[in-house]
Nanobody, 125 residues
Framework: QLQLVESGGGLVQPGGSLRLSCAAS????????IAWFRQAPGKEREGVSC????????YYVDSVKGRFTISRDNAKNTVYLQMNSLKPEDTAVYYC??????????????????WGKGTLVTVSS
């Protein structure tokens, strides 16, 4: 079965850190760009960060620049999102998604091929 599984969410105090993982099973991520999305209660889903299949290109939404870092380990078939200096407004369900790409330097936030079920991140004191 082809799937993505997120892990690493939880409750953290403002200013704290979490590392989310997105592990693929049933397929290899080598030719997939990966994006992290989040959806807060009552809000639309937004793209947070994406990474190209080679890892050479990485993009971030303005609200997380300088605080979040996306990375990938193709040998482990896993993508990570390191989240530092967390704020209450980062509270959301975080999803990873994969997009099959021909070029190894691009990533997008649309037309994703596979989605995970999400992991909840709550930032609160």
């Amino acid at each position: 079965q082809l799937q993505l599984v997120e892990s690493g969410g939880g409750l953290v105090q403002p200013g704290g850190s979490l590392r989310l993982s997105c592990a693929a099973s049933g397929f290899t991520l080598d030719h997939y760009a990966i994006a992290w999305f989040r959806q807060a209660p009552g809000k639309e889903r937004e793209g947070v960060s994406c990474i190209s299949s080679s890892g050479a290109s990485r993009y971030y939404v303005d609200s997380v620049k300088g605080r979040f870092t996306i990375s990938r380990d193709n040998a482990k078939n896993t993508v990570y999102l390191q989240m530092n200096s967390l704020k209450p407004e980062d509270t959301a369900v975080y999803y990873c998604a994969a997009l099959r790409v021909a070029a190894d330097y691009v990533c997008y936030y649309y037309d994703m091929n596979y989605w995970g079920k999400g992991t909840l991140v709550t930032v609160s004191s």
